[in-house]
């Protein structure tokens, strides 16, 4: 089978993550994330009369991680910049001048109205 030259063609480098793979890699981010907020809270309950310092710190990082996550977690599918153009153009042809017709004047050196051959324009 032959390729016709006006095809497009597409490299495989520029392909987006599955929609499957994305989803998966998504919620395994939320799910880490709420598994650091989980151990925080905890621990802002465990060093609250040990050290009040450090449980206000996990307290706070308990009070904020949920938002962070559902961002992280959303923010998927876009572009990314670093991929290369998935569209690669078909390279130029050089185009061939046209040879000149027979019997058509060309100016001489000085443009004095006599053709190459010596006759008269």
């Given at each position: ?82 991929l290369p ?12 001048d046209a ?23």
């Amino acid at each position: 089978m032959r390729k016709r030259s006006g095809d497009e063609v597409f490299r495989i480098t520029g392909a987006r993550q599955g929609l499957a793979d994305d989803v998966r890699g998504r919620q395994r981010r939320y799910v880490i994330s709420m598994s650091v907020r989980t151990v925080s809270v905890v621990l802002a309950a465990v060093l609250w009369n040990v050290e009040r310092y450090v449980a206000i710190v996990a307290l706070a990082l308990g009070v904020l991680l949920p938002y962070v996550a559902v961002v992280i977690a959303n923010a998927g599918r876009e572009n990314t910049p670093s991929l290369p153009s998935t569209f690669v153009p078909a390279p130029m042809r050089p185009v061939l001048d046209a040879a000149p017709l027979a019997g058509t004047a060309e100016p001489g050196p000085e443009g004095d109205g006599v053709r190459r051959d010596g006759k008269s324009v």
